[in-house]
């Protein structure tokens, strides 16, 4: 389906108006697996305060991007032509990812950081060269093919954290989260108007604290373990634990960004190494069922803006499963448990528009006899 997107922007002015003033609550997880065949998989989720609407949409190579400059608009920036197809789900109907995955393997996210994220000082005179925060994922998805050149190409611009009118005249406060196809990870996080770049050897990322504080905080749990505990004895008495699981006894499982992560941490770093990196794919799957949030059970006060001021409700939006070795981009929406395959080697890299899927699709019902 070939957009308008100039048209898509005014239309989601009105929503985006609610769903981002301001951006203090949020539950996205993600996380890498590395096969035994020399694959990788990135799996997260995607949970906000009001509906994001996400398609899934590709972006060609060879195609011209405007980039948003300090006065918050389009063009004013850096604008760039895309060097790597790209493919991912946006937010609102706009031209920018949220998460997604290039012709090169490269995969990342975008998860917020609003409590933290403090983007570069960019002058009137240093707009040209900069983007906003938005864009950050987009323009590397799209002008890199591993996490080393992103490293070198995010020093040659700056990020500006200018309020953009269709974000409620506010600024996308987040972080982000990069994967390449030899297995390196990174977290690129704007705090105190610096950038900071960090090798990611857990490949595990939610939001605030800044990553530095997950790093320090997993020392409080290396107690925990995948290996059962034997019974406990005291004077001769012996005590038996009541079910499997012991060693999991004392990981986090609230929805807070500091337990996911632990949780994140311990569930992938659990899985059988020997697993192909297909069989990662099933694995982060069930994986990504422990940090998806039933409706309800995160609600927001009609006090919280987060919610645009009415209450309301978290709830995981989507969640995405990423496959650099097969080249496939799975997405499992709220609306049902379909698993919707988008598969690279199908991609017409060479397209001439940006295209969009709607994923919210009906459940399939399928005849047994």
Not at 14 to 40: E, R
Not at 161 to 188: E, M, Q, R
Not at 277 to 290: E, K, N, R, V
């Amino acid at each position: 389906m070939r957009h308008s997107w100039t048209k898509q922007i005014l239309a989601a002015s009105v929503s985006a108006t609610l769903a981002f003033t301001p951006l203090i609550s949020n539950a996205c997880t993600s996380f890498m697996l590395k096969g035994s065949d020399g694959g990788s998989v990135y799996g997260r989720t995607l949970e906000f305060g009001m509906p994001l609407k996400s398609e899934l949409i590709t972006i060609p190579k060879n195609y011209a991007l405007k980039g948003i400059g300090a006065d918050g608009q389009y063009g004013s920036g850096r604008s760039w032509t895309t060097k790597y197809a790209v493919a991912g789900m946006n937010p609102l109907g706009l031209p920018e990812l949220v998460d997604g995955m290039n012709e090169k393997g490269l995969m990342g996210g975008v998860l917020n950081l609003p409590n933290s994220a403090q983007y570069q000082a960019v002058s009137s005179a240093e707009s040209a060269n900069s983007i906003n925060s938005v864009q950050v994922l987009t323009y590397a998805l799209s002008n890199f093919a591993t996490v080393d050149e992103i490293k070198a190409g995010l020093q040659q611009i700056k990020v500006n954290g200018a309020k953009l009118a269709i974000y409620g005249n506010a600024t996308p406060l987040v972080h982000y989260t990069f994967h390449d196809a030899n297995g390196k990870s990174i977290v690129v996080e704007y705090v105190k108007g610096q950038l900071t770049i960090f090798d990611n050897p857990t490949t595990v990322m939610t939001n605030d604290p800044p990553f530095e504080y997950h790093l320090r905080d997993i020392g409080n749990y290396v107690n925990l373990s995948n290996v059962e505990k034997p019974p406990m004895k005291i004077r001769g008495a012996t005590f038996d634990a009541p079910s499997s699981g012991t060693g999991l006894h004392g990981m986090p499982g609230d929805f807070l960004s500091t337990s996911r992560f632990i949780r994140a941490l311990f569930l992938s770093n659990s899985v059988p190494t020997s697993f192909t990196t297909a069989q990662m794919g099933d694995a982060a799957w069930h994986i990504l069922g422990s940090f998806d949030i039933p409706p309800g059970s995160v609600t927001l006060p009609a006090s919280n803006p987060y919610g645009g001021g009415l209450g309301g409700y978290e709830v995981t939006e989507w969640s995405v499963v990423a496959n650099n070795k097969n080249m496939t981009y799975s997405v499992k929406m709220y609306e049902n448990t379909n698993i919707y395959v988008f598969d690279f080697k199908k991609l017409d890299v060479n397209a001439k528009e940006i295209k969009s899927v709607k994923l919210n699709q009906p459940k399939l019902t399928l005849p047994l006899n």
